[in-house]
Structure formats: C-alpha cells, structure tokens
C-alpha cells in the first residue's frame, strides 16, 4: 500500500505522523511512503532522513492526500484536509469526534474509513494507542501547572515542592488512570503534597500501593471533589472517556471558592474538558483566567514535546498501522480491538460512543460487515 505522512497542520503541532524509523519498517515490509516535504522537521528530521530511510518526498499535502491509500497523521483532520479524503481511503490518527461535529461530518461526507488512535482497545481493556500520549500530558500536565503557579505568570507564587520550613504546594489529580498516575508521579517527585480522586476503590488500591503511602488518594464524591479542588493550588483534571465527552467536574461556582492564582490544567481538553469553563487554548497562548483560577487548556500538550511524544506515539501504532497497509480493511475486520477504533466508514458513524455523544445514528461494524 502507498501510505501517505501529510505536514501537520494544527497550530503549534509539532508532531508527525511517522518517524523515519516507523517508515524503515513499512519500507521493509514492501509498502510505500509518501511523506509531505517538511513534515519531520518539528522532531528535527529532515527530508533527507526521509529519503534515507526508503521514503519518497511529496512537494504538497495535495499530493500526499491525492496519491496515499492510507494517511498517517497525529490530530485531527482540519476543514481544509477534509475535502481531500476518498471513499476507500484510510484514515488513521487521533479524531476525538465526540465533541467536534463538524469534523465528523466532514469525514462522514468525505466517505474516508477513519480509524481513531483513542477508541482503540487492547485485551485488557486499554487504550494502547491513547496510553503514550497520555502519559506526557499526565507528566506535562505538572511542569505546566509548576509554571504557571509562578507569579510572574499570574498564579500565586508558590513552589511546588516547597523549601525545608515552608509547605509544599497542594495538587488534586482528579481521575487516577494513566495520566492522573503519571501527574501523581511526577508532583510527588518534585515534593508537592499530592492527592488522587477516582471513582474505583481497586485503583485507588493499585495507586496507594504504586506509591507506598507518598500520595493521599480519595474516593471520587461530590463533597470530597469539592473540598479537594477548593484547597488545591494546582488541579489536574484527567478524566477521560473513550470516545465520549469528558464529564463536568469543576463547576464554575466552585471557581470562586479557589485560592485565587490556583491553576486547574485540562488534559481531557481534546474531549471537551472536564471543567465547566474551559475552552481549548494554544501552546501560543496557553493560559486565561476566570474568577481569579488560572486555566491551561492546551488541547495538544504532547505537541510541545514533540520528539518525545512522536517516537511514543510510534511505537504504540506501528503494529496496527502495519496490519491496516498489509490488510487494507479486512485488518479491522479481523481484529477487534482495532475494529473498536473505526469511527467512521462509509458516511457512517461506526462507534457507540461518538454516535451518542454527536447525536448521529450508529452503525455497527459488526452487523454490516467492513471487509468488502
């Protein structure tokens, strides 16, 4: 199969699709990869290492998207990629449909097969391919915060780790999985005083054991939140859904209850925030403030680290990204735990949870049939 690595376009996105390393392994296994001119340089590969690695350079995303019979992105397609999808086409990238309808109807409309990196599920009930990334944002999520609490940047001048005789700052991780673990990690390990909420008494279990007493975590209430979040100075939200919108957690009549110059950073932005008032911001200007409560909402805070997060999130779907070029759709057919990344096939919205969370009618992969 011809696959085509198209520039990303996102503002402030810095990733790409492959790595010349990913592209040695699909050369390898007799594909084709055609990749954008330029589209390595936010990871500091040049065409050169393209083409050393058995890459051939397209001049323009036109022609990547013209030629490709599967494009491998990292974000979401955005409205000027969307007119250049074909039925037949494979997509596959990270979409986070749920809350951008927009999007999905420009894929249903494009007719392209679009496989989500997020709603891919593993045998134990996982998201591998949402896992890499979620683990930078979890421990990017605590130097954000650490930043912002600076009081040239507006937040209250506290340190996170305190100094001997001066406590520590306060950090609440709300949601204990693979990035509220990795924000509990790296906030212990800089010395706050940290506290993780969830909802499941066997993770709460894992972490306390993971962390030998190091971390307070707490059973996820209404009333133990609400207390948790107004004594914090820095409040991770990471919570996550697959394929559905991020619940509302913080309200804002919480936010004015805050120490003012608290920082509250949403990693579940991509999937709509799980507080009230956030609003997707960018690494070009990360933060605003409402009721006194600095807020940083980037919605792709892996991209500031996109070396890092681009050989992560490689390692995660080179496997998948090769069975879906050496099986085309018969891969998704086959596997169902790739299957539960089909998002949209045909014009149609083929995952549960998105098709609820936009309204749209769902059509089950399994009853129709994706082979043909």
């Not at 690695?53 to 409205?79: L, N, Y």
């Not at 409309?109 to 679009?114: C, I, M, N, Y």
């Not at 990196?117 to 979890?138: I, N, R």
């Given at each position: 199969?011809?696959?085509?690595?198209?520039?990303?376009?996102?503002?402030?996105?810095?990733?790409?699709?492959?790595?010349?390393?990913?592209?040695?392994?699909?050369?390898?296994?007799?594909?084709?990869?055609?990749?954008?001119?330029?589209?390595?340089?936010?990871?500091?590969?040049?065409?050169?290492?393209?083409?050393?690695?058995?890459?051939?350079?397209?001049?323009?995303?036109?022609?990547?998207?013209?030629?490709?019979?599967?494009?491998?992105?990292?974000?979401?397609?955005?409205?000027?990629?969307?007119?250049?999808?074909?039925?037949?086409?494979?997509?596959?990238?990270?979409?986070?449909?749920?809350p951008?309808?927009?999007?999905?109807?420009?894929?249903?409309?494009?007719?392209?097969?679009?496989?989500a990196?997020?709603?891919?599920?593993?045998?134990?009930?996982?998201?591998?391919?949402?896992?890499?990334?979620?683990?930078?944002?979890?421990r990017?999520?605590?130097?954000?915060?650490?930043?912002?609490?600076?009081?040239?940047?507006?937040?209250?001048g506290?340190?996170?780790?305190?100094?001997?005789?001066?406590?520590?700052?306060?950090?609440?991780?709300?949601?204990?999985?693979?990035?509220?673990?990795?924000?509990?990690?790296?906030?212990?390990?800089?010395?706050?005083?940290?506290?993780v909420?969830?909802?499941?008494?066997?993770?709460?279990?894992?972490?306390?054991?993971?962390?030998?007493?190091?971390?307070?975590?707490?059973?996820?209430?209404?009333?133990?939140?609400?207390?948790?979040?107004?004594?914090?100075?820095?409040?991770i939200?990471?919570?996550?859904?697959?394929?559905?919108?991020?619940?509302?957690?913080?309200?804002?009549?919480?936010?004015?209850?805050?120490?003012?110059?608290?920082?509250?950073?949403?990693?579940?932005?991509?999937?709509?925030?799980?507080?009230?008032?956030?609003?997707?911001?960018?690494?070009?200007?990360?933060?605003?403030?409402?009721?006194?409560?600095?807020?940083?909402?980037?919605?792709?805070?892996?991209?500031?680290?996109?070396?890092?997060?681009?050989?992560?999130?490689?390692?995660?779907?080179?496997?998948?990204?090769?069975?879906?070029?050496?099986?085309?759709?018969?891969?998704?057919?086959?596997?169902?735990?790739?299957?539960n990344?089909?998002?949209?096939?045909?014009?149609?919205?083929?995952?549960?949870?998105?098709?609820?969370?936009?309204?749209?009618?769902?059509?089950?992969?399994?009853?129709?049939?994706?082979?043909?």
């Open positions: 199969m011809l696959v085509g690595v198209p520039r990303e376009i996102k503002n402030n996105e810095f990733r790409v699709g492959l790595t010349p390393a990913a592209v040695r392994e699909y050369v390898a296994r007799g594909h084709e990869v055609l990749v954008e001119t330029g589209a390595g340089l936010g990871i500091d590969a040049d065409d050169a290492a393209y083409v050393a690695a058995g890459a051939t350079i397209a001049a323009s995303a036109a022609e990547v998207f013209a030629k490709a019979g599967m494009i491998v992105k990292v974000k979401e397609p955005q409205p000027s990629e969307w007119t250049q999808f074909r039925p037949g086409q494979i997509l596959f990238t990270y979409l986070h449909l749920a951008d309808p927009a999007q999905a109807r420009g894929l249903m409309e494009s007719g392209v097969t679009a496989v990196y997020e709603t891919v599920t593993d045998a134990h009930g996982g998201l591998p391919l949402l896992a890499p990334m979620s683990e930078v944002a979890g990017l999520s605590i130097q954000a915060a650490a930043t912002a609490l600076q009081k040239p940047n507006g937040g209250r506290i340190l996170l780790g305190g100094v001997p005789g001066v406590a520590p700052a306060k950090v609440v991780v709300i949601g204990g999985g693979v990035v509220g673990m990795h924000a509990a990690r790296m906030a212990a390990g800089l010395g706050a005083e940290v506290t909420l969830d909802r499941s008494v066997p993770r709460l279990r894992e972490l306390d054991e993971l962390f030998a007493g190091r971390v307070r975590t707490r059973y996820s209430t209404i009333d133990a939140l609400e207390s948790e979040v107004l004594a914090a100075d820095a409040v939200g990471a919570v996550l859904i697959p394929g559905a919108a991020a619940p509302k957690l913080v309200t804002r009549a919480m936010l004015g209850k805050m120490k003012r110059g608290a920082v509250m950073v949403d990693v579940a932005i991509d999937q709509g925030g799980c507080f009230e008032t956030s609003h997707a911001t960018t690494h070009a200007d990360p933060t605003y403030v409402v009721d006194g409560v600095i807020h940083y909402c980037v919605a792709n805070m892996p991209g500031a680290v996109a070396l890092t997060s681009s050989h992560a999130l490689n390692h995660a779907t080179l496997p998948l990204g090769l069975a879906l070029a050496g099986e085309g759709l018969a891969a998704l057919a086959r596997d169902p735990h790739l299957r990344g089909l998002n949209v096939h045909r014009g149609r919205i083929t995952h549960r949870a998105v098709a609820e969370a936009l309204g749209e009618s769902f059509a089950d992969p399994d009853a129709g049939g994706i082979a043909a």
